[in-house]
T-cell receptor, first 110, second 114 residues
Framework: DAKTTQPPSMDCAEGRAANLPCNHS???????VYWYRQIHSQGPQYIIH???NNETNEMASLIITEDRKSSTLILPHATLRDTAVYYC???????????FGSGTQLTVLP | DTAVSQTPKYLVTQMGNDKSIKCEQN?????MYWYKQDSKKFLKIMFS???????INETVPNRFSPKSPDKAHLNLHINSLELGDSAVYFC?????????????FGAGTRLSVL
C-alpha cells in the first residue's frame, strides 16, 4: 500500500512560490512527514520534516493540515536550480528505513 | 569537502566480472547505507550498517557483499555482474541509528554492465 500520493509532475515559474502537495490519509499518530528531493544526476537531499506543526527552515516550509491527512511543501521563491523530483515520505519516528515513492517532478520555468 | 563521497562515479564492465564501489563519509556519522536506483528511477535500500554492524539486509542477491572496515567507510563488492545490475548505486549516512530518517547521500555510482 502506498502511504503517500503525489502528482507526477508540476511546473512553476521562476521567482514564484512552488507548492507541492502530498496526500497521506492513512497516516498514524506517531508518523512524521519527511521531504527529500533529487536533482538530476545527484543523490537525494533532505529538505524538511514535521509531525503536526508547520515547519520552516532555510530551504522550505512544510504545512500539515490539522487532520494530518495531507501536507504541502512550499518553496517560497523557486529558482531553476529547484528543478528536481520531490519525494514525500511518511515514516514513524522509530522506523529506520526510508521508502521512496515515485515523487513529483517539479520543473521551474524561466 | 564532500560529506559523502563515492568512487568511482562511472563504472562500465562486462558481465561476469567482479567490481567494488567505495564510499566514505567525513561527517562523523555512525550509520551508513547502500541504495539502488533502477532505470525507472525507483530508489530502494539494499543495506544498512550501524557502527560497522549490518542492520538492514534487504532481499539482495548474495553476489552483493557490503564491507565496513570502519564507521567512515562502507564498500560494496559485487561478484559475477549481470545485466540487471546496471543501475545507479547511492551511498548515504545518518548521524546514528536513531536519526536514520535524515540521511546524507553521495553523488552516486553509475554502473553499466555490458
Amino acid at each position: 500500500d502506498a502511504k503517500t500520493t503525489q502528482p507526477p509532475s508540476m511546473d512553476c515559474a521562476e521567482g514564484r512560490a512552488a507548492n507541492l502537495p502530498c496526500n497521506h490519509s492513512t497516516i498514524s499518530g506517531n508518523e512524521y512527514v519527511y521531504w527529500y528531493r533529487q536533482i538530476h544526476s545527484q543523490g537525494p537531499q533532505y529538505i524538511i520534516h514535521g509531525l503536526k506543526n508547520n515547519e520552516t527552515n532555510e530551504m522550505a516550509s512544510l504545512i500539515i493540515t490539522e487532520d494530518r491527512k495531507s501536507s504541502t511543501l512550499i518553496l517560497p521563491h523557486a529558482t531553476l536550480r529547484d528543478t528536481a523530483v520531490y519525494y514525500c515520505i511518511v515514516i514513524s519516528g522509530s522506523a529506520r528505513q526510508l521508502t521512496f515513492g515515485s515523487g513529483t517532478q517539479l520543473t521551474v520555468l524561466p | 569537502d564532500t560529506a559523502v563521497s563515492q568512487t568511482p562515479k562511472y563504472l562500465v564492465t562486462q558481465m561476469g566480472n567482479d567490481k567494488s564501489i567505495k564510499c566514505e563519509q567525513n561527517l562523523g556519522h555512525d550509520t551508513m547505507y547502500w541504495y539502488k536506483q533502477d532505470s525507472k528511477k525507483f530508489l530502494k535500500i539494499m543495506f544498512s550498517y550501524n557502527n560497522k554492524e549490518l542492520i538492514i539486509n534487504e532481499t539482495v542477491p548474495n553476489r552483493f557483499s557490503p564491507k565496513s572496515p570502519d564507521k567512515a567507510h562502507l564498500n560494496l563488492h559485487i561478484n559475477s555482474l549481470e545485466l540487471g545490475d546496471s543501475a545507479v548505486y547511492f551511498c548515504a549516512s545518518s548521524q546514528d541509528w536513531a536519526s536514520s530518517n535524515i540521511q546524507y547521500f553521495g553523488a552516486g555510482t553509475r554502473l553499466s554492465v555490458l
